[in-house]
C-alpha cells in the first residue's frame, strides 16, 4: 500500500506535469483593444471622409495627425477615469462592509454560513470556518469583498497604466492609416493604399484579439476588418453626398 509520503510525491509530480496555462494580463489586453481597435478606426474613417471631400494629402495629415493627439488624450482620460471609478467604488464598499462587521458580526457571520452553502458546504461544516474568520477580521472583511460583492482590490497604479496604454495603443493605431498620406501627394493615391495598409493592419490586430481573448481568430479578423471599412466607407459616401 502506499504510504502518505508516497502519495504525497505522486501529488507533486502531477502537479509539476499539468501547468495551466493562463493568460493573466485581462485588464492590459483590453486596454489594448481599446485604444488600437480605435485607433485604426476613427483616423481611418476621418482620412476616407476627407479624402472624398477631395481635401489635399497635406490638409488629411493635418487633420489626422490633430484626430489622433486630441483622440489618444481623450482616450485615456477615458480610461483613467474608469479605473479611478472602479477604485472609488470598491473603497466604498470595503468601508461599507467593514463597519458591517464591527457593527452586526452576527448577521455577517450568517451571510458568511450563506455563502459557503452555496458551495456544498454543510451548516455544520460551516461553523469552523466562521469561527476562524471572526479571529481574523482583516481575513473575514476580503472573504466578504471577495464572496459576497465580487469585488477584486484593484491595483493602484491600475488608473495611470490603464491611461498611458490606450493613449500609446490608440497613437500606434491611428499612425497606420495616415502612414500614406505622408508619401503620396495625391489624396486619391493616398487613400487607396491608406484603404489597403489599413484594412491589413486590421486583419492583423482582429485575429491577434481573438488569439488571446480566446474568440476564434479568423472571425474577428474579419469582423474587426468590416467594421473599419463601413466606418471609412460612411464617412467616404457621406463627404462625397455632402460635396
Known amino acids: 500500500m502506499a504510504t502518505m509520503a508516497d ?33 485604426l478606426t476613427v483616423p481611418f474613417a476621418l482620412a476616407a471622409g476627407l479624402s472624398g471631400a477631395n481635401a489635399p494629402s497635406s490638409i488629411i495629415l493635418t487633420a489626422g495627425i490633430a484626430e489622433v493627439a486630441a483622440g489618444a488624450i481623450s482616450m485615456g482620460l477615458g480610461g483613467y477615469l474608469a479605473a479611478k471609478s472602479e477604485a472609488d467604488h470598491y473603497a466604498k464598499e470595503l468601508k461599507r462592509e467593514e463597519n458591517e462587521i464591527i457593527a452586526v458580526p452576527d448577521e455577517e457571520a450568517a451571510e458568511v454560513a450563506e455563502i459557503l452553502s452555496k458551495y456544498g458546504i454543510e451548516p455544520h461544516e460551516c461553523t469552523p470556518v466562521v469561527n476562524a474568520l471572526r479571529k481574523k ?4 472583511l476580503e472573504f466578504m469583498m471577495r464572496f459576497e460583492l465580487g469585488l477584486e482590490k484593484p491595483d493602484p497604479r491600475r488608473a495611470l497604466e490603464s491611461a498611458f496604454t490606450i493613449a500609446i495603443a490608440y497613437i500606434i493605431g491611428g499612425i497606420v492609416p495616415l502612414f500614406p498620406y505622408m508619401f503620396i501627394p495625391e489624396a486619391g493615391k493616398a487613400v487607396v493604399a491608406s484603404v489597403v495598409v489599413t484594412i491589413i493592419a ?15 481568430p479568423f472571425r474577428s479578423a474579419f469582423q474587426t476588418a468590416l467594421i473599419g471599412v463601413i466606418a471609412s466607407a460612411a464617412a467616404f459616401g457621406m463627404a462625397k453626398l455632402v460635396q
Do not use: C, M
Request: net charge positive; hydrophobic share 35%; glycine share 12%.
Open 202 to 216: 486590421l486583419l492583423i490586430f482582429g485575429y491577434t484579439k481573438g488569439y488571446f481573448t480566446g474568440n476564434k
Open 137 to 140: 477580521p482583516q481575513a473575514w
Open 7 to 39: 502519495r504525497e510525491k505522486e501529488q507533486t509530480l502531477l502537479l509539476n506535469q499539468h501547468k495551466e496555462k493562463h493568460f493573466t494580463s485581462g485588464e492590459v489586453v483590453r486596454d489594448i483593444i481599446i485604444g488600437v481597435s480605435d485607433g
